[in-house]
C-alpha cells in the first residue's frame, strides 16, 4: 500500500528528517509557473534546518505569485489581521542565520513583527522560471535581492512543497504552501 502525498505531507508537518522531507519532494511531479499563480498560505517542514520555526516566529503569511515578473515571497501577517509584502533585501538574513539562538528570543521575535511593516514593499521582489533541481524542471521562485531560489513540485492543484535553496545553508529549508 502507497501513502498518498497530501497524507504524507500532513505527517511531515510535525517533523522529518531532511531525507524523509526530500523522498517525498523527489517524488512529487513538477509544477508550473501558470499553476502557481495566486496567493499562498505558508507552513514549514521541520528538519533541524536553522530557519526552522523562524518564519512562524516572525509572522509569516505564504507567498503572492500575480504574474511570472510579479511576486512578494515574504507574505507576513499584521497585528489588525491584515498582511503586507515585506522587503527581502532589507532582511539581514546570511547574518541573522549565523546566530540561530538569538533568532529564537521571543523578545526579538515581538520586536520584529513590530518593526515589520516598517520594511514593506508595494514593489514585487522575485520572479517565476523553470529551473532544474534535483534532476527535475519545475517552477522556481527567484529572489531579487538574495541568494535564494525557492523551487516548487506538486502536491494537488492546491498544494505544492517547496525547497529553499540557499547560499550558505547545507540542506535546503522545506516548506509548503497551500492555495488560499
Not at 517552477?139 to 517547496?162: E, N, S
Request: hydrophobic letters at 40%; a neutral charge.
Amino acid at each position: 500500500m502507497t501513502t498518498a502525498p497530501a497524507d504524507t505531507l500532513r505527517y511531515l508537518e510535525h517533523g522529518a528528517t531532511i531525507e524523509e522531507a526530500l523522498a517525498l519532494f523527489d517524488g512529487l511531479p513538477p509544477v508550473t509557473v501558470e499553476e502557481l499563480l495566486g496567493r499562498w498560505t505558508g507552513g514549514e517542514i521541520p528538519t533541524g534546518n536553522p530557519m526552522d520555526g523562524l518564519l512562524g516566529r516572525f509572522g509569516w503569511h505564504g507567498k503572492r505569485f500575480d504574474s511570472a515578473d510579479d511576486v512578494h515571497p515574504l507574505v507576513m501577517n499584521r497585528t489588525d489581521g491584515g498582511t503586507f509584502s515585506l522587503h527581502p533585501g532589507l532582511v539581514p538574513l546570511p547574518t541573522l542565520l549565523r546566530f540561530p539562538a538569538a533568532l529564537r528570543n521571543p523578545a526579538l521575535a515581538r520586536a520584529a513583527r513590530a518593526l515589520g511593516p516598517a520594511l514593506a514593499t508595494r514593489a514585487p521582489r522575485a520572479r517565476l522560471r523553470t529551473t532544474r533541481y534535483r534532476g527535475v524542471d519545475s517552477a522556481t521562485m527567484c529572489y531579487d535581492d538574495l541568494p535564494i531560489h525557492d523551487v516548487f513540485r506538486k502536491v494537488d492543484d492546491d498544494t505544492v512543497v517547496g525547497a529553499m535553496d540557499m547560499r550558505g545553508l547545507a540542506q535546503p529549508f522545506m516548506f509548503f504552501l497551500r492555495r488560499e
